[in-house]
Nanobody, 127 residues
């Protein structure tokens, strides 16, 4: 059974940093990608970054480029999202998700194949 567990959310002042972690388990191979999504009430969930465990390919939404960095520790099956220069508009519930691969088109990041979701972690940026 595939499981994804997020951690690292919290409250931070604008301009500050947080690092989210996503621990993955239950995969039978390394042929998958992990993406971070976020969602606020009343809005659609949006993909903000992804990384492939196959080739390390990454994608970023324009609004987080230069501020967020995604990385992976393949030995630990864990993906990190380092978030710097946080803004009030980054306040959201952040979810990690896994799929067979990830892609980006017209600033939309998405996963390919069956998608598995974590339960999310709240990030609140106070202004």
């Amino acid at each position: 059974e595939v499981q994804l567990v997020e951690s690292g959310g919290g409250v931070v002042q604008a301009g500050g940093s947080l690092r989210l972690s996503c621990a993955a388990s239950g995969f039978t191979s390394d042929n998958y990608a992990i993406a971070w999504f976020r969602q606020v009430p009343g809005k659609e969930r949006e993909g903000i970054s992804s990384i492939s465990f196959v080739d390390g390919k990454t994608h970023y939404k324009e609004s987080v480029k230069g501020r967020f960095t995604i990385s992976s520790d393949n030995a630990k099956n864990t993906v990190y999202l380092q978030m710097n220069k946080l803004k009030a508009e980054d306040t959201s519930v952040y979810y990690c998700a896994a799929g067979a691969d990830s892609a980006e088109a017209m600033d939309i990041i998405y996963l390919i194949g069956d998608v598995y979701w974590g339960r999310g972690t709240q990030v609140t940026v106070s202004s």
